[in-house]
């Protein structure tokens, strides 16, 4: 393992009735962004499941910030990592105001079970100031629109200044319009020099932006293809991945596709 490498899985494998990952290799080096794009039922939420500790792996290395899993407190390791998934949003509290929830962040935990010290809150404040997201800040949860809760807990996983952002289908759920908001505030984001290391698992190249520098490609537990994302998006590439015919384009730092069903 390389020193800048931030996370490293050799020969990975996740068997449970059946193998779910097949032998999966991956390094993800200091100043790479990168994005897991699969088939549904590909083994991709398992994958990112090793690296949050929801899941344990049947064979392999895993190395994540220099540390192998199971020679180290994965607990303390992963509150270097910030998740962003509908499961989480979903165990938000309808009532809780977004400054409290952004402020949660900071000790990985769900909701607010104790006071913020006037120090915490500026810093808070901050925070969202500097994600824009300030105008929010006295809104509560069910208030806010789904672009909105997005924005907010990526933002959230932000406040514990974590080295890796894992963002599981940011967009899934989002009209046309809060999903081009959301890119562009994603854009924002992790165009930063302070931005953390970026892996976004999504089924939709239309998502991958610009400041994605990778792609690894899943299907059916296996890799079937990774590298600089110029040379892994191609029709020819993403025709085999989803079975299907579909044409890629590349316009302004953005893909787009056209599927022949």
């Known amino acids: 393992m390389a020193k800048n490498d931030i996370i490293h899985i050799s020969h990975l494998y996740i068997e449970r009735d059946c193998i779910i990952l097949n032998d999966i290799n991956w390094c993800v080096r200091k100043g790479e962004n990168w994005c897991i794009l699969a088939p549904n039922d590909s083994g991709e939420t398992a994958l990112l499941s090793i690296l949050t500790d929801y899941t344990a792996l049947s064979k392999g290395e895993v190395y994540l910030l220099g540390e192998r899993y199971g020679n180290f407190e994965w607990r303390e390791l992963k509150k270097q990592i910030g998740f962003v998934s509908s499961h989480i949003s979903d165990k938000v509290l309808p009532s809780i105001k977004v400054i409290e929830l952004l402020f949660s962040g900071k000790y990985t935990m769900m909701n607010n079970w104790f006071n913020q010290s006037e120090h915490e809150k500026r810093k808070a404040g901050t925070l969202l100031k500097k994600y824009q997201c300030e105008h929010l800040a006295d809104k509560q949860w069910r208030q806010l629109s789904s672009g909105e809760k997005q ?12 080295k890796i952002i894992i963002l599981d289908k940011p967009c899934a759920g989002l009209d046309p319009i809060a999903r081009h908001q959301f890119l562009r505030y994603l854009q924002d984001i992790f165009s930063r020099k302070d931005a953390p290391t970026l892996i976004m698992l999504t089924h939709y190249i239309e998502e991958i ?7 690894m490609m899943i299907k059916k537990g296996r890799v079937f293809h990774q590298g600089k994302k110029m040379d892994v998006i191609t029709s020819e590439m993403m025709s085999k991945l989803f079975d299907t015919s579909i044409l890629c384009n590349y316009n302004k730092g953005m893909f787009n596709a056209e599927y022949f069903v």
């Open 151 to 162: 924005q907010i807990m990526t933002a959230r996983a932000l406040m514990s200044q974590c």
């Open 209 to 215: 932006i610009p400041q994605i520098t990778h792609v």
